[in-house]
T-cell receptor
Framework: NAGVTQTPKFQVLKTGQSMTLQCAQD?????MSWYRQDPGMGLRLIHY???????DQGEVPNGYNVSRSTTEDFPLRLLSAAPSQTSVYFC???????????FGQGTRLTVV | GNSVTQMEGPVTLSEEAFLTINCTYTATGYPSLFWYVQYPGEGLQLLLKATKADDKGSNKGFEATYRKETTSFHLEKGSVQVSDSAVYFC????????????FGKGTLLTVNP
């Protein structure tokens, strides 16, 4: 049982480049979310999805896009990377709001 | 909107000391409450949870009680170990089409031998 798989684990981008962070889960969870973790800021919600075809913005959505074409996958796209997007990104999935969220191992992104 | 406020720390304790990390929340409806733990270089993992008022979550010697009257979910452990050194996050979730999992800023705990 793989759980939540994030790729890549590390990435360095130049300002203005675009990339996609991948997230896949094999637990048939409807709920999926993306967070960024910055020192002293905790985890901040970027985008979330309550099912295939449904996405919504979280606390810090600017500069990021998401789509949810299948239950399993929830990719996060950076359209034009900026140094302010240097962070650790976590993807999570959950069966419902009363159940625990399972987290991927994170992607450490550096934008230079 | 929903929010979680927790003691930010850092907290430094000696082995076998008593631990309390305070957490209070603001939410509409009836949220579920969680404590997650993050060990260095790893993702978050669930420590314990409570889904309704007066529920007590417990795991690995840690406990927290869902107090609706004080909107609190304080984490406690009677005797900490060096292996408990980690960052602890209090979180709440609300459901349905408005599902969100909201985190506090985290508390760094260091336990010295």
């Amino acid at each position: 049982n793989a759980g939540v798989t994030q790729t890549p684990k590390f990435q360095v981008l130049k300002t203005g480049q675009s990339m996609t962070l991948q997230c896949a889960q094999d637990m048939n969870h409807e709920y999926m979310s993306w967070y960024r973790q910055d020192p002293g800021m905790g985890l901040r919600l970027i985008h979330y999805s309550v099912g295939a075809g449904i996405t919504d913005q979280g606390e810090v959505p600017n500069g990021y896009n998401v789509s949810r074409s299948t239950t399993e996958d929830f990719p996060l796209r950076l359209l034009s990377a900026a140094p302010s997007q240097t962070s650790v990104y976590f993807c999570a999935s959950s069966y419902s709001h009363r159940h625990e969220a399972f987290f991927g191992q994170g992607t450490r992104l550096t934008v230079v | 909107g929903n929010s979680v406020t927790q003691m930010e720390g850092p907290v430094t304790l000696s082995e076998e000391a008593f631990l309390t990390i305070n957490c209070t929340y603001t939410a509409t409806g009836y949220p579920s409450l969680f404590w997650y733990v993050q060990y260095p270089g790893e993702g978050l993992q669930l420590l314990l949870k409570a889904t309704k008022a007066d529920d007590k979550g417990s795991n690995k010697g840690f406990e927290a009680t869902y107090r609706k009257e004080t909107t609190s979910f304080h984490l406690e452990k009677g005797s900490v170990q060096v292996s408990d050194s980690a960052v602890y996050f209090c979180a709440l979730s609300t459901g349905g089409s408005n599902y969100k999992l909201t985190f506090g800023k985290g508390t760094l705990l260091t336990v010295n031998p």
